[in-house]
């Protein structure tokens, strides 16, 4: 079975910088394009960044842009996500998702075919 399991998420000052890390399982992950969404409280899943399974290829929101970076380790099926100069809009739960088959697309506006998440792990931004 496929199992993501997030870490990393805690509360942060304005203009700080968290690592959020996904461990995965029960797929062959070297094979899998991988995703961050994360969700605010009352507000739908939002999709943050993708990035491929093989030349690390990296697509993210406009909201993410120029201060997130994701990355990958095929050798650990780990998926990592680095935020810098967070704000409070960033405050969320942040998900690792992965789409039903391989590939879920490059940038994603439609989250109904990712039927695998993680738990989540929490994210607040506040002085």
């Known amino acids: 079975a496929v199992l993501l399991v997030e870490s990393g998420g805690g509360l942060v000052q304005p203009g700080g910088s968290l690592r959020l890390s996904c461990a995965a399982s029960g797929f062959t992950f070297s094979d899998s394009w991988m995703y961050w969404v994360r969700q605010a409280s009352g507000t739908p899943a939002e999709w943050v960044a993708s990035i491929s399974p093989t030349d690390g290829t990296k697509y993210y929101a406009d909201s993410a842009k120029g201060r997130f970076t994701v990355s990958r380790d095929n050798a650990k099926n780990t998926v990592s996500l680095q935020m810098n100069s967070l704000g409070p809009d960033d405050t969320a739960a942040y998900y690792c998702?992965?789409?039903?088959?391989?590939?879920?697309?490059?940038?994603?506006?439609?989250?109904?075919?990712?039927?695998?998440w993680g738990q989540g792990t929490q994210v607040t931004v506040s002085s």
């Open positions: 998702v992965r789409h039903k088959s391989p590939y879920g697309g490059t940038i994603v506006e439609d989250l109904s075919g990712f039927p695998y």
